[in-house]
C-alpha cells in the first residue's frame, strides 16, 4: 500500500480545501475549532521548523501531515535525541477513512523521515482517540506515556528507526 502515498509539500494554493477538511465533523472532533486550527496551519506555512505536506493517493489528495523539529516547540515531551521530528495528521476526505490508509500513510512517511537520518518520531494522540492510536501502533510506534500540552492530555508515542 505504501506505493500509493505521495507526500506534496503544502502551498497557499492548497489552503481552501486544508480548511474544508479542519470544518468536517471527523476532523473537528479531534482538532477543534476550524478557524482555530486554520489559522495555526496556514500561519506555519512560514514556519522554518515545520514542514507541511498534503497526502495524496493514486492521485487523489485525501489527508494533511505535518512534521516539526521538536526542540522549536516548548512540547513538554521530555528529552530526546536532537533532531527528533514530531507530527501531527488528519484524514480529510471521508471515504478514506477506516480502510487502512491512515496506519499505512504514516508508516511510508515515517520510514522516509528515519531513512533520511531522523533519529526518532513523536506524536501526542487524544488517548481517547482509539483510531489515531491504533493507526500509530499499527506503524510501529509505541506508547510510552501520558504528557500534559497546550490542548490537555495526550499520550506520547515513539517510533525509533
Known amino acids: 500500500m505504501a506505493a ?3 507526500f506534496r509539500r503544502m502551498t497557499t494554493a492548497d489552503l481552501p480545501l486544508i480548511g ?3 470544518a468536517k ?3 473537528r472532533e479531534w482538532w477543534g475549532d476550524p ?3 486554520y489559522a495555526l496551519v496556514s500561519g506555519d506555512l512560514a514556519e522554518p521548523a515545520m514542514d507541511q505536506y498534503v497526502v495524496a493517493a493514486t492521485g487523489s489528495d485525501f489527508g494533511y501531515i505535518q ?3 521538536l526542540t522549536a516547540w516548548n512540547s513538554g515531551f521530555g528529552a530526546h535525541p ?3 521530528r514530531g507530527i501531527d495528521l488528519f484524514i480529510g476526505e471521508p471515504a478514506m477513512i477506516a480502510r487502512g490508509h491512515g496506519s499505512a500513510f504514516i508508516r511510508a512517511f515515517v520510514d522516509d523521515r528515519l531513512r533520511d537520518g531522523a533519529p526518532r518520531i513523536v506524536t501526542d494522540p487524544d488517548p481517547a482517540n482509539r483510531r489515531a492510536v491504533r493507526a500509530y501502533e499499527n506503524a510501529g510506534f ?3 506515556r501520558m ?3 497546550p490542548d490537555g492530555a495526550a499520550l506520547l508515542m515513539v517510533r525509533n528507526p
Open 82 to 84: 536532537e533532531g527528533t
Open 142 to 144: 509505541e506508547k510510552v
Open 4 to 6: 500509493l502515498y505521495a
Open 147 to 149: 504528557v500534559d500540552t
Open 67 to 69: 512534521c516539526y523539529d
Open 25 to 27: 465533523p471527523h476532523v
Open 35 to 37: 478557524d482555530e486550527q
Open 20 to 22: 474544508q477538511w479542519l
